[in-house]
């Protein structure tokens, strides 16, 4: 039998229940673990994405078990006498609703809000229409995530001890009549309707926002790193962005870095050796924001940002066949690798605009060497990019 009838319930409303119970008891300890494992881990986006992809399935399971639940008869309470009991019951399986829906939901906003980690599994793409990349919807969702997260442990642990007291101590069918076959109770079922038990559970909600806005889970504090001395040039910097894209678990994450100078010198008419100049360009590391992975990224394995502060291009500028290049080394954790960046250059009324694109090998640098010394879960190539204004000062 498909469909629920007054007395007890059909087949599709039982897969859906066990289905999204085994999920919900195998989505919760992925994150658990996930989080337990130190960021350079290379397993922890494999167990992240997991976790996504499973919440995800809850997620629509969850919307189509409603649709099916307003649709059917709902089955009678088999305790109707105890109106302290059905109430708290239906007040739980308002909890429970909303929090297959609402945990998702939020953990999808916080995944669409940044970039990289862990992907869902899943050939729809990684971001939410509406949702913009930003470090503070991220954060928000996070901790909305988390928050109702522990709303759903406390009605599950709930509903779970409801169920065991109607088999073990009351000895009904209420357990029972959810197994697989059809079984019809011993006893009478009386419709029940609790119209506050909604109200309730709202107000549970609520309450459980305000204790979290009470522990400041909903403060964003952003890591300061002490700004660079401006660098002192013939050419001033206007503005401009230095950028870099990796590749995780094959999907691109992309950052930039917040604060960096450049010092160059730069004259059209090229020396006898076709030299034009020569730029220093200091990076702070700290300034990076890279997605989801940031604090990763300054991890002792990869950056190492504490130690190594700062990363240095030094180079000449100069031109051949009409094509400019910066000719140089480029100093990351320590290690000094030589480069050359092409680069494009206009300059009108003493306005030069420049950019350019290069990939770099982060093994080169030692960056991952230890946690991801192949390209199982993060690519070698990181591809930088560059554009500026500057004007002649």
């Not at 065991?164 to 209420?174: A, E, G, P, R, S």
């Not at 059809?182 to 909600?205: D, G, N, Q």
């Not at 504090?221 to 401009?240: H, K, P, R, Y």
């Amino acid at each position: 039998m498909r469909s629920n009838t007054l007395t007890t319930y059909g087949s599709v409303t039982k897969t859906f229940h066990w289905l999204i119970a085994a999920l919900i008891l195998t989505v919760i300890p992925l994150g658990v673990i996930g989080n337990g494992l130190a960021d350079a881990d290379p397993i922890k986006p494999v167990i992240f994405s997991a976790h996504k992809t499973i919440g995800l399935t809850i997620f629509f399971l969850a919307i189509f078990r409603i649709i099916w639940a307003i649709a059917q008869p709902k089955p009678g309470a088999l305790n109707a006498e105890k109106k302290v009991e059905t109430f708290l019951a239906y007040m739980v399986h308002y909890l429970l609703y909303a929090s297959l829906i609402i945990i998702p939901l939020s953990g999808w906003i916080h995944h669409a809000a940044t970039t990289g980690f862990a992907p869902i599994w899943w050939p729809f793409g990684q971001s939410l229409p509406f949702v913009p990349v930003d470090d503070g919807v991220a954060h928000t969702a996070a901790s909305l995530h988390i928050i109702f997260e522990r709303v759903l442990i406390l009605a599950f642990i709930l509903h779970v001890a409801g169920a065991l007291k109607h088999h073990v101590i009351d000895k009904d069918d209420t357990l029972r009549r959810m197994l697989p076959g059809t079984i019809e109770p011993s006893t009478p079922t009386i419709a029940v309707h609790h119209r506050a038990a909604p109200i309730a559970a709202l107000a549970i909600y609520a309450a459980a926002l305000g204790i979290g806005g009470g522990l400041g889970m909903f403060k964003h504090d952003t890591i300061q790193a002490e700004a660079l001395a401006e660098a002192q040039s013939d050419w001033v910097v206007q503005d401009g962005t230095l950028s870099i894209t990796v590749k995780q678990l094959g999907s691109d994450v992309e950052g930039s870095f917040a604060d960096w100078t450049a010092a160059i010198t730069f004259d059209e008419t090229p020396d006898p050796e076709g030299r034009h100049g020569s730029v220093e360009v200091i990076v702070s590391i700290p300034s990076l924001t890279l997605g989801s992975v940031t604090s990763q990224a300054m991890g002792p394995d990869f950056f190492d940002a504490e130690t190594f502060a700062t990363a240095v291009f030094q180079a000449d500028i100069v031109s051949r066949d009409g094509e400019y290049a910066a000719e140089g080394t480029l100093t990351i954790r320590g290690q000094e690798v030589p480069m050359t960046l092409p680069f494009e250059l206009d300059i009108t009324d003493g306005l030069a605009t420049m950019s350019a694109t290069t990939t770099i090998n982060r093994m080169d640098f030692g960056i991952g060497a230890s946690s991801q010394p192949g390209e199982g879960s993060l690519a070698f190539a990181v591809t930088l990019v560059v554009a500026l204004t500057a004007q002649r000062s």
